[in-house]
């Protein structure tokens, strides 16, 4: 019987420091984050090293990834982000995992 690794969500948001909708957009994963546990990290788009992300998003922040794939940006709606984040968690629990093989 195969052990299974609970599914884990690390949201990143792209940010920048200028950034008022990132206010609120953090304010909103907090309340967020009681309903579906997760990680976060901040990405500054401005700092060296950042410049395809400052490309990509520039005009866009706050932009939000899951687990390295596109969520949402702009403003966080936390029912709607709750329900997205527990479709990606039913999913992930779904999927097998390439350890299976290993054990």
Not at 23 to 48: G, H, N, S, Y
Not at 58 to 79: C, G, S, T, Y
């Amino acid at each position: 019987m195969a052990l299974r690794i609970a599914p884990r969500l690390v949201l990143t948001m792209f940010t920048h420091n200028r950034c008022q909708l990132c206010v609120t957009a953090k304010e909103a994963l907090e309340i967020v984050r009681q309903r579906v546990p997760f990680e976060i990290k901040e990405v500054d788009i401005r700092q060296p090293g950042n410049e395809k992300w400052f490309e990509e998003y520039k005009f866009d922040v706050p932009v939000i990834h899951a687990n390295d794939e596109f969520l949402l940006w702009h403003r966080v709606n936390v029912d709607d982000t709750v329900a997205k984040l527990q479709d990606i968690l039913k999913n992930a629990a779904r999927e097998p995992s390439d350890r299976d093989d290993d054990l």
